[in-house]
């Protein structure tokens, strides 16, 4: 079949056909950047997100002239990551701001792209924002006590098996029940509730380090480091924005995102 990829590769006269499949898909964020990190390929959702009209408005643009530098300094932290160091993010659970300023959730994949030679020589990536699932789904039905139990539990040590023996299912079982119904893994799940009760707590006046204990965290540092790779700013800086009014407390439905780096 490698024979025959190669052959279809060649004999196309748009490589990128993959944007135009993409304009159709509201809720998935797509765009190809150089190794300058400037946009070359992006999809009409993104365009809407950005609050522009035209793909020709953001073409060419960098993180840093679209956005904020507390968002900017962490996207172009993992666009270096798959540029310079060749690695692949990979379903990347990540806070997001929407348009109307509310959090929210998505995951996010980056991957390198190489030429035949092997060299980098640019990253392709996605955005696809986390829907509410459907209720009445047999599948949500297996798990709905299990995401209750997290949702009154996530600030203690729960463990996926221990999760898995309460639903009386194996560990792979469970996951492929999330997976399919929430597009996340358990884990991902706990890790969520606890940044979802972390960013309304940081609107009040709690010290960072209570926050954490609360939120099920070891210590100050672990939180620190978590909030920081999902959100992509400290937890001071998050409250600072809460502070002049750039953000919200409580995250929404991720129906719409704007973490679209």
Known sequence: MNAERQQLAAALTDPFFAEHLFDALPDVVFFVKDMAGRYLLINRTMVERCGYRNKEDLIGKSVNQLFAPRFATHYEQQDQAVLQEGKTI???????????????????????????????IGLA?????????????????????????INQHFFEDVRVPFLAKMAQMSVSQIERYFLKVY????????????????????????????????????????????????VGMTPSQYRALLADGSARATPGSAVRSLRIA
């Not at 997001?96 to 792209?113: D, E, R, S, V």
């Not at 309304?200 to 790779?229: N, P, V, W």
Request: aromatic share 8%; charged share 20%; with cysteine.
């Open 183 to 230: 597009q996340i893994s358990p884990r991902q799940m706990l890790q969520q509730k606890r940044l979802d009760a972390a960013c309304s707590m940081l609107a009040g006046k709690q010290s960072i380090t209570e926050i954490a204990a609360a939120c099920g965290y070891q210590d100050h540092s672990a939180f620190a480091r978590q909030f920081k790779a999902t």
């Open 90 to 120: 990979y379903d990347q659970l990540e806070l997001h701001i929407y348009p109307n300023h509310a959090p929210g959730w998505c995951m996010t994949n980056k991957f390198p792209l190489r030429d035949a030679q092997g060299n980098v």
């Open 125 to 149: 990536g996605i955005s696809r924002d986390l829907h509410a699932p459907e209720a009445s789904s047999p599948a949500y039905q297996k798990i709905s006590k299990l995401v209750a139990y």
